[in-house]
């Protein structure tokens, strides 16, 4: 029985089975073979079954976690000191803990950071604004 896959778009074969073990064929590669109306990914074909139960799985697919670094680093430098620290803290373990391939934590990180450096930004800027409105009232009654 032979086959034809498709890798990157273009159609190559046929292909034995023994064949197909060589050219790294995963459960999403789309197959054809002489019977069928449509090409159909490789988990689809029954007589695929056993050839990919001996391939690993495909590794998942994560985009790494935003660190909030430099959004801590500002906060800690312009606004506000102890919460700007707190957001560095946890920004700086996000890289390390998704690259060790612990993505939960990374991601639990990622959202402390944004947290510690949202509240730091707005305790300054609300601050801020407080001090420039009793800066106004006290210049108005002098």
């Known amino acids: ?37 449509n090409w159909l990914p490789a988990y689809k074909v029954e007589e695929l079954s056993e050839l990919l139960s001996k391939l690993p799985p495909e590794p998942p697919i994560h985009t790494p976690p935003k660190t909030w670094l430099v959004e801590s ?31 939960k934590e990374a991601l639990y990180y990622s959202d402390q950071a944004k947290k510690w450096t949202t509240w730091g930004f707005f305790i300054s800027l609300f601050g801020g604004i407080g001090y420039l409105f009793i800066i106004a009232i006290i210049g108005l009654l002098f």
């Open 73 to 103: 680093i500002l906060v800690t430098v312009l606004c506000c000191l102890p919460l700007g620290i707190v957001g560095i803290i946890n920004a700086t373990k996000v890289d390390t803990l998704y690259y060790n391939g612990e993505y």
């Open 1 to 37: 029985m032979e086959f034809y896959i498709l890798i990157n778009n273009v159609k190559q074969g046929p292909f034995s089975l023994e064949e197909l073990a060589s050219k790294n064929i995963t459960a999403k590669t789309m197959v054809w073979k002489v019977g069928f109306t």
